[in-house]
């Protein structure tokens, strides 16, 4: 009985997880920079959710941002440029068991990365999504990308850049399949929570653009947002996010949004002032891939056993016929 209940208290404190448990190493990003706070939302979140590091997994591609899972004590994948998404999926294929996070740029996700973008959404695999969007290409010292607004002075467009910025919200409301979108700005803390938080719940694809700053190359862009309150539109819902009281005394401009609206949801996308902040999008009915594809059952004994034989086959050199099979061991 006492080595039973023994056994009970151990198994609590080890699958009881605190902040630390989450937390490798010291970020390398700058001072003020946008991924710190995106970064502690994250770990708290894992705290909260109590996730197992064992069974969790960041995966990036290329960027300030993409140096996120080395920051987090769980599973990681540092990739390539452009190819986290890619990345994710296949590990979501192999193992649906796993809680996976994908923490991508502007310049990751939706330049060099762009195709892969499209089709994830279209494959609503359960995976939780973070677009950190600081409208440039910070690890390589400031170019354009293609969030950039129009007129931003880089180094690769001096004069200032030519193009309408694209707009990631109403691209990936636009594709077939989607099933979650939002939006956050990574200096209003407790919302960015709120959002991550609500993005790992919904079973799909969830998309979050994150407005994240980066002082180092475009220190004032977000600046008159900052400072005026009233140029952040809150979105709330009983079935998005409600805001706190505090929250709601200091950003007075707020619409109540029903997240399976998806007309609505692509009006307001479209607005970037005010910048809308909260859930736009959500269908819960969406099915996702690797449901339809029966992934777990991959995983099962008698598959991994026969497709290991057929691997194996391959390369088994068979006696000519007529010559004596030589038992292994004989
Ligand atoms: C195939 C390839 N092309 C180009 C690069 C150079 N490169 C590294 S990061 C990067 C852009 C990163 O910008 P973003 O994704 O917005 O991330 P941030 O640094 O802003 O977080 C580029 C072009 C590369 N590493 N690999
Ligand atoms: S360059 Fe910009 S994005 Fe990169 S770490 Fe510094 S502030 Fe952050
Ligand atoms: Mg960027």
Redesign the pocket.
């Known amino acids: 009985m006492t080595i039973a209940v023994t056994e009970c208290l151990l198994r609590m404190y080890d699958e009881h997880h605190e902040l630390e448990d989450y937390q490798s190493g010291v970020p390398r990003w700058c001072t003020g920079c946008g991924?710190n706070a995106i970064l502690a939302a994250v770990q708290r979140l894992c705290r909260d959710q109590n996730l197992r590091p064992e069974k969790t997994v960041f995966v990036s591609?290329?960027?300030?941002?993409?140096?996120f899972p080395h920051y987090m004590k769980t599973y990681g994948f540092h990739g390539?440029?452009?190819r986290a998404l890619p990345v994710a999926e296949g590990i979501k294929m192999a193992r649906p068991d796993l809680n996976v996070f994908v923490n991508?740029?502007?310049?990751?996700?939706?330049?060099?990365?762009a195709a892969h973008w499209i089709h994830a959404i279209r494959y609503n695999m359960n995976m939780t999504v973070m677009l950190?969007?600081?409208?440039?290409?910070?690890?390589?010292k400031m170019?354009a990308?293609p969030?950039s607004p129009i007129g931003t002075r880089s180094n690769t467009t001096p004069r200032g850049s030519y193009l309408e910025a694209l707009n990631p919200l109403t691209v990936t409301l636009g594709v077939q399949n989607v099933s979650f979108v939002a939006q956050a700005v990574d200096w209003i803390p407790e919302l960015l929570y709120d959002i991550i938080s609500a993005a790992f719940h919904h079973k799909g694809f969830s998309f979050v653009r994150i407005i994240?700053r980066?002082p180092e190359?475009l220190p004032t862009l977000f600046e008159p947002w900052i400072k005026n309150p009233e140029k952040t539109l809150l979105l709330q819902h009983e079935h998005g996010i409600r805001l706190s009281p505090t929250l709601a005394k200091v950003y007075k401009n707020q619409q109540e949004h029903d997240p399976a609206n998806l007309n609505r949801a692509r009006e307001i996308a479209s607005s970037s002032d005010p910048i809308p902040v909260g859930i736009l999008y959500r269908n819960p009915k969406v099915p996702c891939y690797e449901d339809e594809r029966h992934a777990g059952q991959l995983r099962s004994t008698k598959l991994i056993k026969t497709g290991l034989e057929r691997e194996l086959d391959k390369f088994t050199v068979w006696p000519q016929q007529g010559e004596k099979r030589v038992q292994p061991g004989a």
């Open positions: 991924d591609g290329i960027g300030c941002s993409s140096r390539i440029h452009g991508t740029g502007d310049g990751d996700c939706c330049s060099i990365g950190h969007d600081n409208q440039i290409y910070g690890l390589t170019q990308s969030t994240q980066c190359w």
